[in-house]
């Protein structure tokens, strides 16, 4: 009779740890990189075809934009600061907008003017920028500003989110800022 109290023997442990570790590098394989999964997102956020980023998501884009600065200013195509998101020169339709801000040096004022209908009559404006936030309306006669957070790193991602902006009924226009980056007065 084989005692059923006996430890597990050397060889099934090891044999046990080899598939844990197998499995484990597989799944690590065949998990998406974070450089394709940056890719998709600003593929989606320039046609916007997505919601905005969750708070990982940014942090991930933030951690790649830091490691890979050139991805930063392909985006805001060589300029010292951008908008990368869809927007028509500046006009932001969606309710939201990303922008890049290479160096501190860069234009840091940032202005967000009201340019359409919306129901409520003004669109509500938070903004998120290295761990700060500001939060605001911009109306008929009635900016958003905000001085950015000097503090680095660089390139410094920018997120501006807007509600009271998609209106739904019949053809209704929907509400719609201009957004620029200026150097402070």
Known sequence: MIPYRL?????FLYLVLVLAGALAFFGWGLAQPKLDRVAEMLSLLQTGHRDPLSADERALLQDILLRYPELGQ??????????FSKNENGRVDEKYAYLIRLTPQDPHFL??????TSALGRVR?????????????AGPGQNFLWTLPQSGPYPQLVELRFKGQKVKKGNEPPAAVRISLEPAP
Request: proline residues 6%.
């Open 74 to 83: 392909s985006l805001v195509e060589n300029r010292p600061s951008g908008i």
């Open 7 to 11: 430890r597990p023997s050397f060889g």
């Open 125 to 137: 404006v938070s903004a998120w920028a290295q761990g700060e936030e500001q939060q605001g309306e």
């Open 111 to 116: 202005q967000v003017r009201y340019a359409g």
